[in-house]
Each structure stands twice: as C-alpha cells, then as structure tokens.
C-alpha cells in the first residue's frame, strides 16, 4: 500500500493530462518553445564564445608578439661585452615577470633551446606560484628545436597564498629569443588566463538562461490564458450538454460576445431548443399512444363484459346448437379468453407506462417460484410433451422481492420455453449467493438468431411471423416481464443461438434497492457450444 | 503522450550540450601566431666573425680571437669560441677596453705573444684611463689544447680592439654628474659604443659615477644601490626606459630632480631619445614624473650657465659687445669710461668686470652695469697678469707671472688668495682657462726644450688640473697638472688656447708659416680622426671661443678674423680699433 499513493497520483496526473487539453496544448507549447530557446540561446552561447575566444587570441598573440619584441629590442641594447649568461637572463626575465604581474599573465623562460631538459627540471624561470606543467607538452615539443612562435589552449595551474591550487583555461604563447651573453636560444611562454572571458561568458550564459526562462514562462502563461478563452465556454457546453443527456431539456449555454464561439454556443442553443422541441412532441406522441391504449383497454371492457357474459349463455347452451354453432360457441369462448387476457396485459402494460407498478416486496425463494411454476404449466408441458426440470441447489435461494411479479416473470419465461421447446425438455436453474438470486430458463428449440435476444423483449415481437401462438400467448409476455424486472433493479436478459436453443436469466438483487455486480448463473448455459 | 520523453531527451542533450559549451577549452592544438612583433634591427654595417676552425694553429687561433673581438654589433660571443671552456666561464671582457693602433703578428707556441702599438685603456665605464705603459703592451696567451684544438686558456679581461674599428664602433661623449654645491653639471669625457647599445652604455657608466678620484670635484645624485637591468631600451617615440633596481625611495625630492638633470644632459646626447622613463623598481623617483624631457635642466648645463652668447671687446678702452661685425657699448660705466684695461673678463652673468691695468700689475673689480661709482682695485703690484677667468660661481682666477714663476691667486667671496696649483705654480705659464663649471684649469705651460741635458728650443704643453671644493663651495685643493698627450711627434709653441666645448680645447699655433687649430680632450684622450684640425694661411694670433654647444670659435690677428665653424674659413677683416676680443667667463 505504501506506493499506492504515488501511484495513485501517477493516475491521477494522467488522468488529468488524458482529459485536459489545456494542460496539453500548455505543456507541448512550452516544450516546443523550450527547444527552439535551447537551440537559439546555444546558438548564440556558441557565438559569444567564438567571438570572445578569438578577440582574446588575437590579443594575447600580440601582447606576447609585443612582448618578445621588447625583449629583443632590449637585448639589442645590452652591451656586447655582457657575457654572463644567468645574469641576463636575470635581468631580462625579471621586468616581464613585473609587467606580467601587473597585466595578468605568467611568464617561464626556458632554455636553451636544444638541452633536452624538461621544463620541470630546473634551469626555468617561471613567474611567482606557477606551475610550469601548465605549459603543455605539445607546446615545449614545437619549441624544442628552433620554431616560429606558436600558441595553443591550456590549462594554468597557480599556487595560491593559501595553498590551494587554482585552475582555470588559459591561452599560452610561446617564442624564442636568443640570449646576447651566450648566443643560445632560449624559449618564452606567456601564460594568459581566460577567467574573464569564462565569466564574461557565464555572464551572458546567465542572462540567457534567465531571458529563455522568462521566456518560457511567459510563453505558458499566454498559453494558458489563450486556451483558458477557448476551453471554459467549450467546458460550460459540455456540462450543459451534459445536463441535457441528464434530461434538462431546459438547460442553455449562456452567450456572451459576439465571437465564434458565442455563435457556437447559440448553434448549441438552437440544437437544444430544437431537440426539446422535438423530445417534447414525441413525449407527448408517446404520451397520447399510451393513454389511447389505456382508454381504449378500459373503454374495451365494458363491452368485453357484455360480449363475455353472452358468450358464456351461449357457451353454456352449446349443446342444444347444431354442431356447427356449437362449434362456434367454443370458438367464440377461447377467443374470449384470449381477448380478455390480451386485454389485461395492456392495462398491465399501461399500468408501467403510467409509472402506477407499486412493489410488495418480502424474501422469496426463487426455488419454491421455480417450482410452484412448474406445477402451474405441468398441463401445458403435457401437452406439448415437454419435461421441465428444475435444477436447484439443496438450499433456499433468497432475493427480496414481489413474490406475484416474480412468479408472473417466471411463468412467462417457463411458459415461452414450452412454446418453443419443440418437445425437448426445459430446464429451470436457480442460484443464489449473498448478493443475488438468480433463476434460468434453458430450452433446447430452435434458438435465436443473432441479434434477436435483445428484440425478444419488444411488445408483440415474434422471431417467426408465420408460426401461430400456439401456447396462446399475447406477444406482451415478456415486455412485461421485463418491466417487472426493472422495477426489482434486476437483469432480465436473453442467450439463444440457431439450433442449440435460448436461455433466459433473471436475475434479482438480495436486497430490494441493492446494486447487482454479476449473476450466480452465467448467461451462456454451460452446455452450449460457446462454452465448449 | 509519446511525444514527451523524445521532447525530454532532445531538450536534455540541449542543456548538456549548452553547459558543455559554456566552459572554454583547456587544451588544443598548437596554432603558428602569425602577429610577429615589431621589432627592427638596425640597420647598418654587420660582422659575425667565422668561429675557430678545425685544426687552426695557436697563433691563428690568437690572431682570429683578436680579430672576433671586431665583431659588429659589439658582442663577445664569438671571441669566447676561441677559449677554453674554463676561460670562458672566467671571462670578463666588460672590466675594460684596450684600444690599439697596431699589433703585431702572434708568435709562438704554447704562449702566443702579440706586441700592441699605440695602445690605451678605457675603464668599464668608458673614461680614458691613460695609455698603456711599453711594458705592458707586449700579451702572451698561454695555449692549451682541448678537443684536440688549441684554445687560449688566459685571456686577459678586457675587450682588445683596433684603433680603427673603436673610430667606427664607440663615440666619445660626456656623461654628466653635479659640482660638489649641486648648481651646474660637469662634463667627464667617455666613450662608449655607438649603435643600439648607445643609451645602455651611456647610463651604465652614468650610474657608475665620477669615481673615488674625483670626489670632491664632482658629484653624482644616481645612488650607488641603483642598478641598471639589461638595458635602456628605446621605442619608436624616442622615450628611453631607464629601469634602474634598487630602492629609489630613500631620495629627496631634490637629489631625485638633480639625478634625473644628470640622466637628461646624459642621454640627451642620443639623438633619438626625445624623452626617459625612469624609475627605481618600478616606481618613478621622489617628486619625479615618470617621463623625463631630455631637455629639462637646462639652467644645470655646464657651458651656458646664464651665459650671453655676445662677443665682448674693448674700443677705445671701453667695453663692447655684440657681434664681430657690429659691437656696441655696453650700459654702464665701462662701456662710457676708459679704464685702462689691457685685458678684462666679465663675468658668467655679465654682472661683473676685471680689467687688468697698469701694465699688467693691477686689477680692478666692479659691476658691469654701474652708473657711477669706481671700480676697486683688488691686486695691485703684480708682475704681469694673464688675462683673468671667471667660473660660475663668480670666482675669479688670476695667474701673475712672477719672475719665480706663476703664482695663481683665486677671488671668491672670502677674498683674493693664493692657490698652489702642482705643475701650474711656479712654471712659466703662458695660457690659462679655467672651465664654467670651475672644475677645470687648463694650461700651456713653456717647458725647457732640454732633452737628455742638450739645449732645444722650448717647447709648450697643455696640462690640466682638477679643482677640488668642498660642498659650500669653498675652494679644497687642484689636483696635480697632467699633461694632455700631443698627438703628433712635434712639440709646437702655442700661440693661444681656447674652449671648443665643455671637454675640450681648441689650441692655435703655428705651422712654419701657416697657423693650425687643433682640438685636445681635456681628458687626454685621443681625439676622433674625424674632428678637424683646419689649417689657416695669415699672422693669427688669438683664438676666441666658447664652450657652449654649437658656439662660434674664431682664430683673429690684428688685421683680420676668421670664424672656423664655418665651412669655407674666409678671413673678414677686423675693426680695427676693437682689442680683446672675448666671451664672458
């Protein structure tokens, strides 16, 4: 649990970025921006440098170049009959070492040129607390025979007065002279330090740096304050659109301005005014259908009684007809029957369209359903020469619910599975755990084709239009289950494939009110070749 | 979504890539610098002397070390070829230069001897220091073989040269110290190599000072801790920089300026320094700007101290001046009133007359420009009085020829008296000069023309004295005459003598029967072939002459003068009734 947090927070993040596009347009637009002000503030960092280095080069170059003429010129002067050699050197290396002191570069005087001794090893006179191994190999190899001055990069080492060492990039110069007191020739490097240059360039590094993330800043800034413009009024008609799904046909987006996305959001308003409109006219459409229903069941009742009550006179004097108006007296009656059930279907059927079902819930057993069920269509398997079985665990299977509608759903399914059960038997599963119940009607018939299980629910739906309702049903049968099972917050959903069969599943919350997860008894029967 | 680890990682290697460039190298090829600097040898005449030979014999090895010591621009290196590797460490060619007429061939095998002729030294710093004794002239070089050569193993120190290649080579010159009261600058002669090393070898000797012997004849404010460095370079603006080592700070502003004036005149004398650079230890003297004008100091110069560049002269016993071809009366008593003077001399600042009267026994004394009043009579009763000579300081130098010989009397504020003066005093002096800056007294003193007990007719020498003060002034001691060396074998009779500059005098006598002006260093040095010595046709007598710098000298007789500065030397002829034609002093 401990790296759920960041995880959670990853998610979180991602969630975020995944949904908020100002987030994204604000994030990419600073990451562009952060590529081209890298590549523009390198391009001129690369610049500065060049163009210091080659300034500070050219400078240094002839300083050195001034200084070597200095030195020439003033062993010019020495008098001829000066022929000790350390004694000049001295009072040459001397001045330079002060000049070089009071104009920031250090000075070695090697030599003579062709001794084979290496700088470090004696004989080299080098300006106060430097390291003569700052003059680089490369340079003391160029100057080992006689050569033309020469300059390259390197790095000067200076004891400090505290004793540490001091490092820093440097420029050296190197050339020769020959000595008047020996005529040898002896080499003079000019170390000059860059460590202005360096924080000159840190200077402009630091500026730049600091413009690029002003920059940067105020690049996201914008941005977000451009796309903040766009996404709030596309985030307000999200949530009015939203609320319209919801049903609040009444909800608009408030226009204000007179931009593009003011007229978006009037397009918006227009739309939602129209689909209102049109909502409104099928509510009412609907509305009226139902209540034309309704009336005309309940209008239809009155004479149905009338008809009935004459029809049973009839009925009952049948014997004393002729066999043909006896025959149509029998007739008569079980269209009756059928018109009277049909009839109670509808008022049913309006009675949910009203919003007028009423629950009694209390805690059935759907095992006890299941085999009440039977017992109730034990006449009509008989006649169809169908064995329904049922199957159910040693247990009670409990949901708390309308034990008449669930009775009245499981008949309709039991009942829909004899009619198309083709003699085979029919099998009722029941299940039950401490969340759900669940009951299963498996039949062996012809099945249903693809895309027919979700229209087996529909009112006077059959899957053959020619085949008779043989069973006497009205075609209303499982609409109402099905609003029976909605109005328990329960699944009623059907399987079926050409060939194998159908099952149907009801399925219903331990507690009225509860939320179903899943079903104890799958949707594809374990015996079908799906499963398999 | 997928787009953002590319974005992160190309934005990653920006950053890296951004701080991988910020650092400056450390380390890169060698690159040729292209910018040599601007440094031009002179121009003019070189010699690099050919190095020993393989198999040279000792004589031509001793032969070619002489001749490596011509080498152009003066350096040592060559000759140092020719010894061995221990002389060569002990070597000090910069103690002194022997100058030579000639030389003879080198004889001999493991000591190779060579006789110079005509030879004498110049000191390390440049100053004549007398010719060389026969005996000494004659080196023997002890040989050694090494390496299979022979090499010369005890070279003496010093740089030994031809006559005709120091001619070329060095240029005689006067550096410039302080008399012993710090008020005017006195000229020592020296010479020193021309060329590059000019400066360096002026200064050098500058800072090495007049020497113990003339310790109280003149004065030098470079302080001895000072020292020169390598040398005194001279950039293309023509500033000299003179930096000295040592500590400078212990000078007085005042001894700081004198220093810088004795610098100034010094190096003033090299055309192309305009200006000095100077400092002690990188740090300009007390109260000194760090650039010198070589021109400051001019009050201090030893030859024009306040000096009129007038001609002076008697006309009908009054006193005039201007030029020869237009002299007016001077203001004041001398120039109305006839005094009697058969000789007179005016004083540096003209404030000042002596005339010799009475024959020559008497001398009167009094200012110039007085309106009225007499002239006091400070000698009298003297023999036969040589025209009198002012310095600087407003002494006065009288030499009476007694019958016992010169007697030289000096009048400075403290009164007339008496100065012996060695090889002056008691002679038969015929000429005496005293310099501006009152250092000097030249004379021509007739010597007995006895030679090895024969009786010859008598013959004149120039001899010079140095005179010693104490630092308020006051007169110590003059130093013993020496004899200034003739430098020609015959002994003339001078008729006249007189300044040519500050170190030198120009000496008129006769030739049978043409007159010649020769110039004679005072410090008896011989004079650079190039200095001139014109013959003149007529009865001259007299010479008058200045020692300012670029002053006139004339040769006069009593019908005629000639200005001898001038190219072509035409006689004018002279106003006649002018007598004692002079310069002040």
Not at chain 2, 328 to 335: E, M, N
Not at chain 2, 491 to 511: C, E, G, K, N
Request: proline share 6%; charged share 25%.
């Amino acid at each position: 649990m401990a790296d759920s947090t960041p995880t959670g927070a990853l998610r979180r993040g991602l969630t975020f970025w995944r949904r908020s596009i100002q987030a994204r347009v604000v994030a990419s637009t600073v990451l562009l921006s952060a590529v081209v002000v890298a590549a523009v503030g390198w391009l001129l960092i690369q610049q500065t440098q060049e163009g210091l280095l080659k300034n500070r080069v050219e400078t240094v170059v002839a300083e050195a170049a001034n200084e070597t003429a200095d030195v020439n010129s003033q062993l010019a002067r020495a008098p001829g009959t000066d022929n000790d050699a350390g004694t000049q050197l001295r009072d040459l290396f001397e001045p330079i070492e002060d000049r070089g002191a009071a104009r920031g570069f250090a000075v070695v005087l090697a030599g003579p040129v062709g001794s084979g001794v290496p700088l470090d090893g004696g004989g080299t006179r080098s300006s106060a607390g430097l390291d003569v191994t700052s003059v680089p190999g490369s340079l003391q190899d160029h100057f080992a025979s006689p050569a033309d001055p020469a300059w390259t990069y390197t790095q000067i080492r200076m004891d400090q007065e505290n004793g540490e060492v001091r490092e820093g990039a440097g420029i050296v110069v190197g050339s020769q002279i020959e000595l008047k007191a020996d005529g040898e020739l002896y080499t003079l490097y000019y170390l000059f330090s860059l460590d202005e240059d360096a924080e000159t360039l840190s200077l402009v590094s630091r500026a730049l740096l600091t413009a690029a993330v002003s920059l940067l800043v105020l690049v996201a800034g914008l941005t977000w304050l451009v796309t903040r413009q766009v996404v709030t009024p596309i985030r307000l008609a999200r949530r009015v659109a939203e609320r319209l799904a919801a049903g609040e046909l009444q909800e608009r987006v408030r226009v204000t301005g007179e931009d593009d996305l003011a007229r978006l959001a009037t397009s918006f308003n227009q739309m939602a005014s129209s689909l209102q409109k049109q909502i409104r006219q099928l509510e009412e459409l609907s509305r009226v259908q139902r209540r034309f229903v309704s009336d005309v069941s309940h209008e239809l009742r009155t004479p149905l009684t009338t008809v009935r009550m004459a029809g049973d006179v009839l009925y009952d004097g049948r014997r004393d007809f002729d066999p043909a108006t006896s025959r149509a007296a029998e007739l008569l009656q079980t269209e009756l029957d059928r018109f009277e059930t049909l009839l109670a279907d509808l008022l049913e059927i309006s009675r949910f369209d009203a919003g007028a079902a009423q629950l009694d819930t209390d805690d059935v057993n759907l095992v006890d359903v299941a085999h009440r069920v039977v017992n109730m269509t034990r006449a009509l398997a008989d006649q169809r020469s169908v064995a329904v079985l049922v199957r159910a665990p040693g247990r009670p299977c409990l949901a708390e619910a309308d034990v008449r509608r669930v009775e009245r759903i499981v008949r309709n399914l039991v009942t829909n599975a004899i009619d198309h059960a083709e003699s085979r038997d029919v099998v009722i599963r029941v299940e039950g755990d401490e969340s759900a119940a669940a009951i299963a009607v498996r039949d062996y018939g012809v099945g249903l084709a693809p895309g027919e299980s979700a229209m087996v629910f529909n009112r006077f739906w059959r899957a053959d239009p020619a085949r008779a309702r043989t069973s006497g049903g009205t075609g209303l049968g499982l609409s109402i289950s099905l609003e029976d099972t909605h109005l328990h917050g329960g699944w009623l959903q059907a399987w079926g494939r050409p060939g194998e069969g159908a099952q149907f599943r009801l399925t219903l919350p331990r507690r009225a009110g509860g939320q179903l997860r899943q079903s104890p008894i799958p949707l594809v029967p374990v015996d079908s070749q799906e499963m398999v | 979504m997928r787009r953002t680890p590319a974005l992160s990682t190309a934005i990653a290697l920006v950053i890296v890539a951004l701080s991988g460039c910020v650092s400056l190298p450390e380390s890169g090829p060698v690159v040729p610098a292209d910018n040599e600097g601007s440094f031009a040898d002179e121009l003019g005449s070189r010699y690099l002397p050919n190095p020993p030979q393989p198999g040279e014999s000792a004589t031509d090895i001793v032969r070619h070390f002489l001749e490596a010591m011509t080498a152009t621009p003066i350096q040592t290196n060559s000759a140092a070829e020719f010894l061995t590797e221990d002389a060569q460490a002990s070597w000090e060619p910069e103690g002194e230069t022997i100058v030579y007429g000639d030389a003879t061939q080198p004889k001999g095998q493991t000591r190779v001897s060579v006789a110079l002729t005509d030879a004498h030294v110049l000191d390390s710093r440049g100053v004549f220091a007398g010719r060389l004794p026969p005996a000494d002239r004659t080196f023997s070089f002890r040989m050694t073989i090494e390496e299979g050569q022979w090499r010369i193993d005890d070279p003496p120190d010093a740089l030994i040269v031809p006559r005709y290649w120091t001619d070329d080579q060095f240029r005689p010159v006067d550096v410039y110290f302080f008399d012993p009261t710090a008020r005017i600058l006195v000229p020592e002669p020296v010479s020193v190599p021309r060329g590059e090393q000019f400066a360096t070898a002026l200064t050098r000797s500058l800072l090495a000072g007049p020497g113990p012997a003339l310790a109280q004849v003149s004065r030098n404010f470079l302080p001895p801790q000072l020292t020169l460095g390598l040398s005194v370079p001279v950039d293309a603006d023509g500033i000299a920089d003179v930096a000295l080592q040592g500590d400078g700070s212990s000078m007085s502003a005042e001894e700081a300026e004198l220093a810088a004036v004795q610098l100034a005149w010094t190096l003033r004398q090299d055309p192309a320094i305009r200006s000095i650079r100077l400092t002690a230890d990188g740090q300009p003297l007390p109260g000194q700007s760090s650039l010198i004008r070589v021109e400051d100091g001019a009050q201090y110069g030893p030859a024009d101290f306040s000096s009129s560049t007038s001609l002076l002269a008697l006309r009908d016993g009054r006193l005039v001046s201007g030029q020869p071809d237009a002299m007016t009366p001077v203001d004041g008593l001398a120039g109305q009133q006839d005094y009697g003077f058969t000789d007179f001399a005016v004083s540096l600042d003209s404030t000042q007359v002596a005339g010799i009267t009475d024959g020559g026994t008497s001398v009167l004394l009094g200012p110039t420009f007085a309106r009225d009043g007499l002239l006091d009579q400070v000698v009298s009763g003297a023999t036969s009085l040589l025209p009198p000579v002012w310095d600087f300081a407003d002494r006065l130098w009288l030499v009476d020829r007694t019958s016992q010989g010169a007697q030289v009397t000096l009048i400075d504020r403290q009164g007339p008296r008496l100065v012996d003066v060695p090889g002056v005093t008691g002679e038969r002096v015929r000429h005496v000069l005293v310099s501006r800056d009152g250092s000097r007294l030249v004379s021509v003193v007739r010597r007995p023309g006895r030679v090895r007990g024969e009786e010859r007719p008598p013959r004149d020498q120039v001899v010079t004295s140095r005179i010693q003060y104490d630092d308020r002034g006051d007169l110590l001691a003059v130093t013993d005459a020496r004899r200034l060396p003739w430098p020609t074998g015959e002994r003339p009779r001078i008729r006249d003598i007189a300044w040519r500059t500050a170190t030198s005098v120009a000496v008129l006598y006769p030739i049978r029967e043409l007159v010649q002006v020769r110039t004679l260093t005072v410090d008896g040095a011989p004079v650079d072939a190039s200095v001139a010595s014109p013959t003149l046709g007529g009865d001259y007598r007299y010479l008058i002459g200045s020692p300012e710098i670029g002053g006139a000298l004339f040769a006069a007789s009593a019908q005629a003068y000639t200005d001898l500065t001038e190219a072509d030397r035409n006689p004018e002829p002279a106003d006649v009734d002018l007598s004692t034609l002079t310069y002040t002093g």
